[in-house]
């Protein structure tokens, strides 16, 4: 059944170490990729530029803004003397947040009646705008609730929630971006890997020689596949140290169920991209069926957006993608210290879709050669 596959892993390995230019590929840019994206993939705003309009000018307001300072989502950056200029500090691009707090400000609130103060946000950056609303609403709650209760001369709010953030507390966006960025890298790295080197192979013209080798199907592919797969194993190891050691991602689960899962994954990804050889011509066609496959793992794996937020169309697109079960994974396991036995379900898809992309590459590329 795999008749000639030691022969094929053997030739495979020296002809890997004696391209330097392959590893190179293979190693580093998914190791940059993952130290690049987890820096810079943060949904955390924070010090959003804030020009302010203190018409009041009181103890009072200056507490006001002190309560927007402390919470380290705005800073201060100016002030102005009306409404215009307020309106045009934001227009002009130099803050995304005007905070105007009016003249009777202090006199309201000792008089016990209410007192509004202007928040106004720029909207064309949602996730900026989101995170101003939330903070800025958060503020006024608590200031009026310690207001309220002074007033009534109550120790405790009638009723108080107390959420408990589990496995994530901090709340930090590397914890969920970096899972996501290492499935890509992965992807990236392995799939044009096997891809190109097929390809390149044909091209050279020594692919041919297999025709008359006494090979079997599985043997070959196999043989192709070995030295990738433990190329991308040793590849996968150092971006679990990078997340581990340098972006402080805390890894509750088991590692070997962390190795399990991504040997599942790259023998899937390898097996694609030998599915990809025998269909492409040249390398040119090779690295375009490579990148249409990527960019569906990165809209809808998760890796950014949530699977559960997608129209339903989408969402049974993206169970076929098999980004979308390592990224879940790597999630559970790191984070939430997830089993095998928890997620089993996930590792018998990746196997299944391993199984069945290399047997579909092994019947094709015997047919390309026949």
Known sequence: MFRGYTAIMLKEFT?????PTTLFFMFFPPLLQIIAFGYALDNDVKHMATVLLDQDRSVESRQLVEDFKNTSTFRIVGEVRDVTELEA???QGRAYVGLEIPPDFTRRLRAGRGAQVQVLIDGSSSTVALQ?????????????????????GRREQPIEVRPQMLYNPTMKSANFFVPGVMG???????????????VREREKGTLENLLVAPLSR???????????????????????????????IPIRGDVPAL???????????????LLISTKAANQMQAMQMTMALILPSVFFSGFIFPRETMPEFFYWISTLIPATYFIELMRATMLRGATVADYWHYYAILAGMGLVVFTLAATRFRTRLA
């Open 184 to 198: 890509l890298a992965l992807q990236i790295a392995t799939v044009f890997a096997t891809a190109l080197a097929m």
């Open 218 to 248: 599985s043997g070959l592919m196999l043989g192709k596949l070995t030295p990738y797969l433990v190329v991308a194993m040793t590849m996968a190891t150092c971006i679990f140290v990078v997340a581990r050691w340098i972006f402080q």
């Open 15 to 19: 002809t890997m170490f004696r391209d």
């Open 132 to 152: 101003a609303l939330q903070t800025s609403m958060g503020i006024a709650m608590r200031d009026s609730l310690v207001t309220l209760l002074g007033e009534t």
């Open 89 to 91: 500090a934001i227009r």
């Open 259 to 273: 190795f399990l899962a991504t040997l599942l994954f790259v023998f899937t990804l390898l097996s694609l991209g």
